[in-house]
């Protein structure tokens, strides 16, 4: 197939191309290599790209694209020079904190290059159009494990209210022009290339370092922590499968999981909670030195627990996330210290 990937400079959107090339995928990769975080980083994983495209096999192909997906005239360009059979939307402006100091950064790239991706994906007819979504969804939501049946109208951040908006969006355009669409609610995402405004990127970097960790709600707090290995083979399995209406579905009592329309909601979480005290243990383990822990408050839009519901995905795709903590943070560790070379 032809594949779009949007964001392939990023963490996920760099580990799925990946996984694409090496099956035999044709891929062409949009992104903006924005400076929300060094962009050396993202260059690099576009240099591993490209060295990787330098293999393949005859006939396949891989283009590179520096573009703004809020630029519809960019969006309408690239759609008209080349035909998808998927589209893997993954470019977004990331990060809760952030979305609190810069809002209008995420009406830019959550709002109106979605919009500008749903009207490209509408023309052009494609197959499937896959997207990410975020477990900041579920907000103040605290029956756990998080459920993709359950409501979802309470974000604590504004960055969870543009993925929710993403999800309603999507739906509006499965129920108008029967386009099928499938969102993915990432957990907590780690690993090998990941983001350095992400916790094991900065405490491994500090505790390396010998600086203090600041470490928020004393570290109490929980999350579904999911190795990116595990989040690509999720995203690939859930683009390949095509989503249909819902013969089962019922306008007096509507699931928000699926629809009439061909429409649908996944998590992808490790359905295993961590504690974040814990997840630094396995840091300091990895790294093979304590960190030096700065207890400090909650912070302002956080949830204080996560835990993914996946029974979804695993009775569509037939997987199921499953990589311990241990095994992530040391791949994660043993990355970093040959990128940085300490």
Same mark, same amino acid.
């Given at each position: 197939?032809?594949?779009?990937?949007?964001?392939?400079?990023?963490?996920?959107?760099?580990?799925?191309?990946?996984?694409?090339?090496?099956?035999?995928?044709?891929?062409?990769?949009?992104?903006?290599?924005?400076?929300?975080?060094?962009?050396?980083?993202?260059d690099a994983r576009l240099s591993v790209l490209e060295s990787q495209a330098a293999r393949l096999e005859a006939?396949?192909? #891989?283009?590179?694209?520096?573009?703004?997906?809020?630029?519809?005239?960019?969006?309408?360009?690239? %759609?008209?020079?080349?035909?998808?059979?998927?589209?893997?939307?993954?470019?977004?402006?990331?990060?809760?904190?952030?979305?609190?100091?810069?809002?209008?950064?995420? /009406?830019?790239?959550?709002?109106?290059?979605?919009? *500008?991706?749903?009207?490209?994906?509408?023309?052009?007819?494609? $197959?499937?159009? !896959?997207?990410? @979504?975020?477990?900041?969804?579920?907000?103040?939501?605290?029956?756990?494990? %998080?459920?993709?049946?359950?409501?979802?109208?309470?974000?604590?951040?504004?960055?969870?209210?543009?993925?929710r908006a993403n999800e309603l969006m999507a739906h509006s355009y499965s129920h108008l022009f029967a386009m099928?669409?499938? $969102?993915?609610?990432?957990?907590?995402? #780690?690993?090998?290339?990941?983001?350095?405004?992400?916790?094991?990127f900065k405490f491994t970097r500090n505790i390396l370092s010998g600086e203090p960790i600041q470490v928020f *709600?004393?570290?109490?707090?929980?999350?579904?922590?999911?190795? /990116?290995?595990?989040?690509?083979?999720?995203?690939?399995?859930? @683009?390949?499968?095509?989503? !249909?209406?819902?013969?089962?579905? %019922?306008?007096?009592?509507?699931?928000?999981?699926?629809?009439?329309?061909?429409?649908?909601? %996944?998590?992808? $979480?490790?359905?295993?909670?961590?504690?974040?005290?814990?997840?630094?243990?396995?840091?300091?383990?990895?790294?093979?030195?304590?960190?030096?822990?700065?207890?400090?408050?909650?912070?302002?839009?956080?949830?204080?627990?996560?835990?993914? @519901?996946?029974?979804?995905?695993?009775?569509?795709?037939? #997987?199921?996330?499953?990589?311990?903590?241990?095994?992530?943070?040391?791949?994660?560790?043993?990355? #970093?210290?040959?990128?940085? $070379?300490?």
């Amino acid at each position: 197939m032809k594949v779009l990937v949007t964001g392939h400079a990023g963490f996920i959107g760099f580990h799925v191309v990946q996984r694409l090339l090496a099956r035999g995928d044709s891929v062409v990769g949009i992104d903006n290599v924005n400076d929300y975080y060094d962009t050396g980083l993202k260059d690099a994983r576009l240099s591993v790209l490209e060295s990787q495209a330098a293999r393949l096999e005859a006939g396949q192909t #891989y283009t590179s694209l520096r573009a703004n997906l809020a630029d519809r005239e960019v969006v309408e360009r690239c %759609f008209s020079e080349h035909r998808f059979d998927r589209v893997i939307h993954l470019a977004a402006q990331a990060g809760v904190r952030y979305s609190i100091e810069n809002p209008h950064a995420y /009406v830019e790239s959550n709002l109106i290059a979605f919009t *500008n991706m749903l009207e490209a994906c509408r023309y052009a007819r494609v $197959g499937h159009l !896959t997207y990410a @979504s975020t477990s900041s969804v579920y907000g103040a939501n605290t029956a756990m494990p %998080f459920s993709e049946h359950q409501g979802v109208d309470h974000p604590l951040q504004f960055y969870a209210a543009t993925k929710r908006a993403n999800e309603l969006m999507a739906h509006s355009y499965s129920h108008l022009f029967a386009m099928p669409t499938t $969102g993915l609610r990432f957990f907590t995402v #780690y690993g090998p290339w990941g983001r350095p405004d992400m916790a094991l990127f900065k405490f491994t970097r500090n505790i390396l370092s010998g600086e203090p960790i600041q470490v928020f *709600n004393e570290g109490r707090h929980t999350r579904d922590f999911t190795y /990116v290995d595990d989040i690509v083979e999720g995203v690939i399995r859930a @683009s390949d499968q095509v989503p !249909t209406a819902n013969p089962a579905w %019922f306008s007096d009592r509507p699931d928000p999981a699926t629809s009439s329309a061909p429409f649908r909601i %996944f998590n992808i $979480g490790n359905s295993s909670p961590v504690q974040l005290n814990d997840y630094i243990d396995a840091i300091e383990e990895a790294v093979g030195k304590k960190a030096i822990r700065e207890l400090l408050p909650a912070q302002p839009g956080d949830l204080l627990d996560t835990f993914a @519901s996946v029974e979804e995905l695993s009775r569509a795709t037939g #997987y199921k996330p499953s990589t311990p903590i241990s095994v992530g943070v040391k791949a994660f560790v043993d990355w #970093y210290r040959r990128y940085y $070379g300490v």
